[in-house]
């Protein structure tokens, strides 16, 4: 900056044509040069090379108090993920209404990725980062934003995170299943691998197996959240991985086929034990408290309300949550005999409505779950004061899912976006709520785009996503109500 009182007494940010900037100034700023100095606060240990970026303290002053806190809560870095995306900030600033449009609208986008940065801070978010901050420098790629995930999930995380660590864990499951065949072999007859070719075979069949893993697209799918059918893919992977083996070893007559082959089944079956494990913990551990006579129980008792959509879609999510070992569905009442004794979901239908008392008293049932919505209101009031005469805690769920994807099925413009505006209404007065709705064209833009969003969480099993913005959704409906209520 020119050296004058002016340059100190200005706005707290330069814009794109600051007359406080030198022109070598200018040129420093725009080829990120004068970054390099804060390598000697890296060295001295008052930053890091990832990290919020430093700002001026009269801004922070402005910050809101848990974002500053948590922002503030680390060490200030040189990139960061608000440095790659607003890397040309001065030219979104014009000199008439600089400070307005800096802490208005650029400020909270910077807070927000500062704030995604320290919650999601890893080793290989930061070099992702230092990459992208690297390649945006080229006169080519200066215009280029990577999307947001690329940031967080960027290619190096993605490899270390996925290909690395199952890498590693399948070379392991491929040495033990190497070595478990060829002992088994060597009982029947003379056969000798040895330990480095049953680390060669092993280090070969996770390198192939996790090759064509990749194109499959096994790195895309969450293991935590599974599908029985995802075993396919794992099945597949497997089934050409051995062949290509296979393949190759017609050629170097390194070991016979039978091996070869019971080591890939092994090894199989070892993959679907580690991608599969948390849930056939957790199912062992479920069943041996359900089933286990006497002693103290460890899990919170559940009874479900009905054995229809929304009561099966209940176990579903208890049961492949995080909290799956927390809580135990003893069984669900539903008033079709039909049902009666059929399992859903691990669960038996124990009786109807009339015996909810009875089920609640002899298996100590902590929490009833409300799951029925296909019924007149007197009725649901009648069976919901059967369930609160019980000592056990009432936890209705209302039928969102069923609502709301009759809603997305539409595009939402004309007659049909008037149609969605009146199933969301049916659905909050259905639940007790008659407030007026004059307001909700203006959030319902808002609202459609977070259904779409959980509809996408729905069909990709992403339970805690699904949870969270159920949350919001309700969240965003209480306040449109209350604002609604204050304006009457």
């Known amino acids: 900056m020119h050296e004058q009182p002016s340059s100190y007494h200005g706005p707290k940010v330069t814009g794109e044509n600051d007359p406080r900037l030198t022109r070598v100034g200018a040129w420093l700023r725009d080829t990120k040069l004068n970054e390099f100095p804060q390598l000697w606060n890296v060295l001295i240990g008052e930053m890091s090379l990832v990290g919020p970026r430093p700002e001026d303290p009269d801004i922070v002053e402005s910050w809101p108090e848990d974002k500053a806190e948590e ?15 607003f890397r040309d900030e001065e030219t979104m600033l014009p000199n008439e209404t600089l400070m307005e449009t800096y802490l208005g609208i650029i400020q909270p986008d910077k807070l927000r990725l500062d704030q995604l940065y320290v919650r999601n801070r890893s080793l290989w978010v930061d070099i992702d980062i230092l990459l992208w901050t690297f390649l945006v420098l080229f006169p080519g790629l200066a ?73 499959i697209g096994i790195q895309k799918i969450q293991w935590t959240k599974a599908s029985p ?37 092994l090894s199989f079956l070892g993959m679907v034990i580690a991608r599969y494990r948390y849930r056939l913990i957790t199912g062992l551990a479920s069943r041996w408290l359900k089933y286990r006579k006497g002693g103290k129980v460890f899990q919170e008792r559940l009874l479900i309300i009905g054995s229809g959509d929304a009561g099966s879609y209940a176990a579903w999510m208890l049961s492949n949550s995080k909290e799956a070992l927390k809580f135990n569905v003893i069984g669900y009442v539903d008033d079709d005999f039909e049902k009666h004794g059929v399992r859903y979901r691990g669960a038996k239908v124990l009786g109807t409505t009339k015996d909810i008392e009875k089920i609640v008293q002899e298996n100590d ?26 000592n056990a805690q009432v936890v209705i769920l209302p039928d969102v899912i069923g609502t709301l994807s009759e809603i997305v099925d539409h595009d939402g413009d004309g007659d049909e976006a008037d149609a969605q505006s009146k199933k969301l209404e049916a659905y909050i007065t259905s639940n007790g709520r008659e407030e007026s709705l004059s307001s909700f064209a203006k959030d319902k833009s808002d609202i459609l785009a977070l259904i779409k969003e959980l509809q996408q969480n729905l069909e990709q099993s992403e339970i805690e996503k699904c949870f969270e913005n159920i949350s919001m959704l309700e969240n965003m409906i209480k306040q449109h109500l209350t604002e609604n209520t204050h304006d009457q």
């Not at 992977?237 to 019971?262: C, D, E, K, M, Y």
């Not at 049932?365 to 019980?390: D, M, P, W």
């Open 71 to 85: 922002i503030l809560s680390i060490r200030p870095g040189i990139t960061s993920p608000a440095s790659v995306l």
């Open 143 to 215: 215009k280029f934003k990577p999307p947001e995930r690329l940031l967080f999930r960027g290619l190096i995380f993605r490899g270390a995170d996925y290909f690395l660590r199952w890498f590693i864990i399948d070379f392991f499951i491929a040495l033990v299943a190497v070595s478990s065949s060829a002992l088994f072999w060597r009982t029947l007859g003379p056969f000798h691998v040895g330990f480095w070719r049953s680390i060669g075979e092993a280090v070969e069949f996770a390198v192939v197996f996790t090759l064509v893993g990749a194109v």
């Open 229 to 265: 059918a995802d075993v396919l893919d794992l099945a597949v992977s497997t089934v050409i991985s051995t062949g290509i083996l296979l393949f190759v070893n017609l050629f170097q007559h390194r070991l016979p086929a039978i091996p070869i082959i019971s080591g890939a089944v």
């Open 365 to 390: 049932v902590g929490i009833i779950i409300f799951a029925i919505h296909k019924i007149s209101e007197q009725r649901k009031a009648e069976i919901l004061e059967v369930c609160r005469n019980t």
